[in-house]
Every structure is written in structure tokens, then in C-alpha cells.
């Protein structure tokens, strides 16, 4: 299986994308800060789950990476708070972004508990 398949990377990677093409309406004044933030934890969680992959054969690094993904999903989801208290986005759109979000990590969370269904060994 390649890490492309993983229903969490899938996910992820569309959720990032979608967040991509939300931003760009985003105001100016705001491309150094929350525009990029957003962008950056977005994308990093698609990111960290790959090379989580890449490295199950060592548990400590494959729940390592994981967590970091979850931390990353975290914060995005912070990030979209911004977004909808500053008005740069609708209340159904903040929504449907968060549960988006949410699922990733429910997702990440099963990878967490059951790394041996992904080629890493419970420690």
C-alpha cells in the first residue's frame, strides 16, 4: 500500500486543497499571518501522515509523526476559529470545515490505535 492510499491522507489532502482555494479570498493584510498559517498546518497534516508511513517500521517514530499530525489538524481547526470570528468565512462553511477536520483526526486516532493494521507494531 502506498501512503496515497490511507483514507487519512486522502482526507487530509482534500481538506488542505479545499482550504486552499477558500483562502485566496482571504484579505491581503492577512497573507503573512492567518492566510499562511492556515495553509501551512492544513497542508502539514497530509505531509506528517505520509512520512509517518514511511517510518512505521519504527513505532516510536510512525506514533511520533502521528501525533504531530494531530497536533497540525489542531491547529487548522484554530485557525478556521480565526477565519470565521474575523468574518472570512460563513458559518456552514466553518462548519463543513470542521467536520472535515474532525474526522481526520478520528481517523489519525484509529492509526494511533491500531499501528499494526498499518505495518508498525504496538509498543
Known amino acids: 500500500m502506498r501512503f496515497q492510499d490511507l483514507l ?30 492556515i495553509r501551512r498546518s492544513s497542508r502539514s497534516v497530509p505531509v506528517t501522515i505520509a512520512e509517518s508511513y514511511r517510518k512505521r517500521i519504527y513505532p516510536n517514530h510512525f506514533f511520533s509523526k502521528l501525533t504531530d499530525s494531530d497536533g497540525e489538524n489542531s491547529e487548522t481547526q484554530v485557525w478556521l476559529e480565526f477565519a470565521l470570528a474575523c468574518k472570512y468565512i460563513t458559518e456552514p462553511i466553518y462548519q463543513e470545515l470542521i467536520s472535515e477536520s474532525l474526522e481526520i483526526g478520528k481517523l489519525i486516532n484509529y492509526m494511533l490505535l491500531n499501528p499494526e493494521k498499518f505495518g508498525s507494531k504496538k509498543e
Open 8 to 37: 487519512a491522507y486522502k482526507k487530509s489532502f482534500a481538506l488542505a486543497m479545499k482550504i486552499f482555494e477558500i483562502s485566496k479570498a482571504f484579505p491581503k493584510e492577512d497573507t503573512y499571518s492567518l492566510t499562511d498559517q
